[in-house]
């Protein structure tokens, strides 16, 4: 065996069979452009899973946070509330409107936005609550959506690791009044780049389908509804090639299976760790009992900083491709530029400083993952 035959990536993309045919159809078809046949279809799955009044596809997770802030008419100086332990997709796309980013801390449990936070950050400014489902772990939305009724405020949901999980038996993305999700290539579901804009309140739907088209009612027109179509709001292009829909559909036909494979890719994690955790030398994620998660991506927490930055060498010396996550945007250049803190931050400096994501994909077998964790045996 060699070097290289050793070697664990952090991530290896998972293609249907079905892929190449659909790539091939869409090509042949000459629909390249988007919005064609294969668009159409995964706008219905979409739809039908997250029993969403609208689904559209998006070039990017970032793209559809994007629509979001003008669909909610976000304005220079309004704020947005949303965790600091996020992709920075979630922060711009407010940014970009003239907002403000207003950060709170996270739980310590599930990594997500400390709901019991969000009203005391609520000022005569705030417009929207983001609540960012980490690791594809549910928000405690409930509660979220308590807050937001209360104080008249919209609540989107950044599912960009969450396709496929639940809360309380509602799909990610689809409890807010908008739901962001992400197809992107290190994502469960792929299509390379990608994304897609939930529409969960029917007020929303038309403007949606204008915005992502230029501002123009280009698919009114499409469907016969009007004789021509013409500039009718601010947008941009949003919609993605009809090619890169294909390769979607391969993945949304076998959706559950892939979410399947890696859950049982988490669990046998899970297992393997136990007892580090029971022996103190590292934490385990916790997902709530009325959460159902989507194997999007296992870690674990050591002890600190020094330890992550250890354990992380240790581990690529033996050919395990594991790294950390998000550097906190509250701590970045940009953060301190366009948004603000509410209260401590503590927890999400310490997790951020602790967590450690393990190789996590559809194919890696059992002898792969127990060298993982006796790697881990052995440096903790």
């Known amino acids: 065996m060699t070097a290289d035959d050793r070697v664990v990536p952090f991530n290896n993309i998972y293609l249907t069979d079905q892929a190449q045919i659909n790539i091939l159809q869409s090509l042949e078809s000459g629909a390249l452009s988007g919005d064609g046949g294969f668009t159409r279809r995964c706008h219905q799955w979409l739809e039908t899973y997250h029993k969403s009044p609208k689904a559209l596809l998006t070039h990017s997770c970032a793209a559809a946070l994007e629509m979001c802030a003008l669909l909610l008419d976000i304005h220079p ?35 997500n936005i400390d709901e019991t936070l969000i009203e005391d950050a609520i000022t005569p400014k705030t417009k929207a609550i983001v609540a960012v489902h980490y690791a594809g772990v549910a928000c405690e939305m409930d509660r979220i959506m308590e807050i937001a009724a209360t104080h008249g405020l919209h609540v989107i949901e950044d599912a960009a690791q969450g396709m496929m999980a639940t809360y309380k038996g509602r799909a990610l993305g689809s409890m807010g009044h908008l739901g962001a999700l992400s197809v992107h290539a290190t994502k469960n579901i792929i299509s390379g780049e990608g994304g897609a804009l939930l529409v969960n309140e029917q007020k929303y739907a038309l403007r949606a389908e204008i915005i992502r088209e230029k501002g123009t009612d280009r698919s009114q027109f499409l469907r016969g509804e009007v004789d021509k179509y013409t500039w009718q709001d601010a947008g941009s292009s949003y919609l993605p090639a009809e090619i ?34 029971d022996q103190g030398r590292l934490r385990r994620p916790y997902v709530p009992e009325d959460c159902q998660h989507n194997g999007h991506l296992y870690y674990v927490l050591v002890p600190d900083l020094a330890q992550r930055d250890e354990t992380l060498a240790a581990l690529k010396k033996q050919g395990i491709q594991s ?16 948004g603000r803190v509410h209260g401590p931050m503590q927890t999400t400096e310490q997790m951020s400083a602790r967590l450690i994501r393990l190789p996590l994909w559809v194919g890696i077998n059992q002898a792969q993952q127990e060298r993982i964790i006796q790697a881990l045996h052995t440096f903790l």
């Open 77 to 111: 100086g309004d704020e947005v509330i949303m965790p600091s332990y996020t992709f920075v997709s979630t922060a711009n796309a407010f940014v970009l409107r003239g907002a403000v980013p207003v950060f709170v801390d996270i739980r310590a449990d599930t990594l």
């Open 244 to 277: 890169v829909a294909a390769l979607l559909w391969s993945q949304l036909e076998n959706a559950r299976q892939i979410t399947d494979a890696r859950i049982e890719v988490w669990d046998r994690y899970h297992d393997l760790s136990k007892s580090l955790e």
């Open 323 to 338: 790294v950390f996550h998000y550097v906190p945007l509250h701590s970045s250049p940009a953060g301190k530029k366009y």
